[in-house]
C-alpha cells in the first residue's frame, strides 16, 4: 500500500519551508485574566488579536498547536475578492442596509489585507498582481459578465475575457473566456500569520500555545475557559476555530463541514515557463464546481490546490488527477518536477457564507469562509474585534445570523464525498455541453 500522510501533518508542506521563524509564545501555566479571550491561532484569531490589542484591549489567543497549525499555514494564500454569492444575491437575502454593508467590505477585502500588511510591514511575500477566473461554459461567461457589472456599481471594475483575452492574461487552455480582478493577489500565508502574530504581541496580545480549551463555562460575568495546564477567565470569548472547530462548544461543529483540500508545488519554474504559465504572477481559478487553484509563491514555485480525499490521510496518488488537470490547463507543465505536497481542511457552510453568530452574550463565533479565508478571515477577524469592543451590530460588516447545522453531520465524510461526485460529474456534463 502507498505510503499514507496525515492530511493534518505539515509533511512536505511549502509554507514551513519559506515561513518567516514563528514568534516565542507563551505556555499557559496557572491562572491569567483577561478582557478577551481567542480560541484559535489562524488568520481569523490573530486578526481580532492586533485589531484589540492596538485599541489597547488585553487579549489572549489559545492555540491548540502551534501558530498558523490549521487551515492558515496551509492555505493557498490567494486574496481574492467575493463570496460564492454576488452582491445582489447577498442583498436579496440580508436585506439592503446589512447585505450592502457586507459588499462594501467584500470589494475592498484585497485592499485592506494588503494595507494592513504595510501597515504593520508584516515579512510575507504580498503580491498583488490580480486573478483570473477561467470559465469553461458561455453560461458562466455570462454569469461573470453579470457579476462584473454587479461589483462595478460598487466600484470594482473587473475585466471581462474573451477566449483570447483569457490566454493572454493567464496562458490558460480550454477556457471559454473569463474574468480578471486587479486588485488580488497572493501571500506566503503562513508568514502571514506568524506575523499577525508578532504584530499582536508586540502591542501586549498575549498568545499561548500547545493551549488547548477544554472548557469553557460561564460563571457570573466571566467566561472560564480550561486547558491542561491553565485557566483564564474572561468577558468575552471569540471563536476562531473554523474547520478545526471540535466539540468544545455543544452544536457549533455541525454548522460546518470541513472538505479536505490538497495542495502541491512545482520545483522553481524557467523564467521561460513563468512568462506564458500566469505571466505577471497572477492568480488563477477555474469556474468549476470543483475549482483548481494555483499561484507562485516567491521562488517561482507554482501551487496547485484542488479537493482531496475524505481520509484524514493522503498518499502521493491521490495527486495524479490533480497533475493530469493541470497539465490539461497548462500542457507545458506535463514535465516538470512536483517537490511539496500538503492539505488541509476547508469549512463550508449549509448557505455557502461565512457566518458571524453570537452563541450567547459575551461569546462569539466567526467562521465558515468556504475556501476564502485569507481575506475574509481578516475581515472577520477585524469584525469580531469590533463587536468585542462593543461596536452596534447594526456597523459590523458581518450581519449576525444563526447559521442553520448540517443534518446527519457526523455521517459528513460521507455526504461531502457523494457531493464531490455529484459535483465531479456535473462539472464533467457541463464541458462536455451535456447539460446547460
Ligand atoms: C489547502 C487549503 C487551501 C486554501 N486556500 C485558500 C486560498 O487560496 N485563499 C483563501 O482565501 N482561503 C483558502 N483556504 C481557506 C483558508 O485557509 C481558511 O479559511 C482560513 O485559514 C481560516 O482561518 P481561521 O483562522 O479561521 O482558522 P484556522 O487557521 O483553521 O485556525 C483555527 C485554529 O483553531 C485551533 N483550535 C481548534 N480547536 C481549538 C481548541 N479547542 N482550543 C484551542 N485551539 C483550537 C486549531 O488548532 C487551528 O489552528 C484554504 C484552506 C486550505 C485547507
Known amino acids: 500500500m502507498a505510503d499514507r500522510y496525515p492530511i493534518d501533518g505539515s509533511r512536505d508542506a511549502l509554507w514551513m519551508a519559506t515561513a518567516v521563524a514563528p514568534a516565542e509564545t507563551e505556555a499557559l501555566t496557572g491562572a491569567l485574566k483577561t478582557d478577551v479571550a481567542i480560541i484559535g491561532g489562524g488568520f481569523t484569531g490573530l486578526n481580532a488579536a492586533l485589531h484589540l490589542a492596538e485599541r489597547g484591549t488585553s487579549v489572549a489567543v489559545l492555540e491548540a498547536a502551534d501558530v498558523g497549525f490549521g487551515a492558515s499555514g496551509r492555505s493557498g494564500g490567494q486574496v481574492n475578492l467575493g463570496l460564492n454569492l454576488g452582491p445582489k444575491a447577498l442583498i436579496d437575502l440580508y436585506r439592503p442596509g446589512p447585505g450592502e454593508r457586507l459588499v462594501e467590505a467584500i470589494v475592498k477585502t484585497p485592499d485592506n489585507v494588503f494595507d494592513l500588511i504595510r501597515r504593520h510591514q508584516l515579512d510575507c511575500d504580498p503580491v498583488q498582481n490580480g486573478w483570473v477566473q477561467g470559465a469553461v461554459t458561455s453560461r458562466q461567461l455570462k454569469t461573470q459578465e453579470r457579476l462584473a457589472n454587479e461589483y462595478a456599481d460598487f466600484g470594482v471594475q473587473f475585466e471581462c475575457l474573451d477566449r483570447q483575452g483569457l490566454r493572454d492574461r493567464s496562458g490558460a487552455h480550454g477556457f471559454e473566456g473569463g474574468l480578471f480582478c486587479p486588485t488580488a493577489g497572493s501571500l506566503q500565508p503562513l508568514s502571514y500569520t506568524r506575523e499577525l502574530c508578532r504584530a499582536a504581541m508586540k502591542l501586549g496580545a498575549r498568545v499561548f500555545t500547545k493551549a488547548k480549551v477544554n472548557n ?25 476555530t473554523n474547520a478545526y472547530t471540535d466539540d468544545l462548544i455543544d452544536g457549533l461543529k455541525e454548522r460546518v463541514v470541513p472538505v479536505r483540500s490538497l495542495l502541491m508545488a512545482t520545483e522553481p519554474l524557467s523564467d521561460d515557463l513563468r512568462k506564458t504559465i500566469m505571466p505577471g504572477e497572477v492568480t488563477f481559478v477555474d469556474k468549476r464546481r470543483l475549482i483548481l487553484y494555483l499561484r507562485y509563491d516567491r521562488n517561482g514555485r507554482l501551487c496547485v490546490g484542488d479537493h482531496g480525499p475524505m481520509r484524514d490521510n493522503f498518499a502521493l496518488s491521490d495527486y495524479q488527477r490533480i497533475k493530469k488537470r493541470v497539465v490539461d490547463v497548462f500542457p507545458a507543465l506535463a514535465g516538470v518536477k512536483w517537490e511539496f505536497h500538503w492539505g488541509g481542511r476547508v469549512a463550508m457552510t449549509r448557505s455557502s457564507l461565512p457566518f458571524l453568530q453570537m452563541i450567547q452574550p459575551g461569546l462569539i463565533a466567526g467562521m465558515g469562509y468556504n475556501g476564502r479565508g485569507v481575506g475574509m478571515g481578516s475581515i472577520m477577524g477585524r469584525t469580531l474585534a469590533e463587536f468585542a469592543l462593543g461596536k452596534s451590530e447594526t456597523m459590523l460588516p458581518f450581519p449576525l445570523t444563526h447559521p442553520k447545522q448540517f443534518p446527519l453531520h457526523q455521517f459528513h465524510r460521507l455526504g461531502v464525498a457523494m457531493g464531490i461526485r455529484w459535483h465531479g460529474l456535473l462539472d464533467w456534463l457541463e464541458t462536455r455541453r451535456l447539460v446547460v
Open 216 to 240: 469553557l463555562q460561564k460563571k457570573g460575568p466571566d467566561w472560564h475557559l480550561t486547558t491542561d495546564d491553565g485557566r483564564v477567565t474572561a468577558s468575552t470569548v471569540l471563536i476562531c
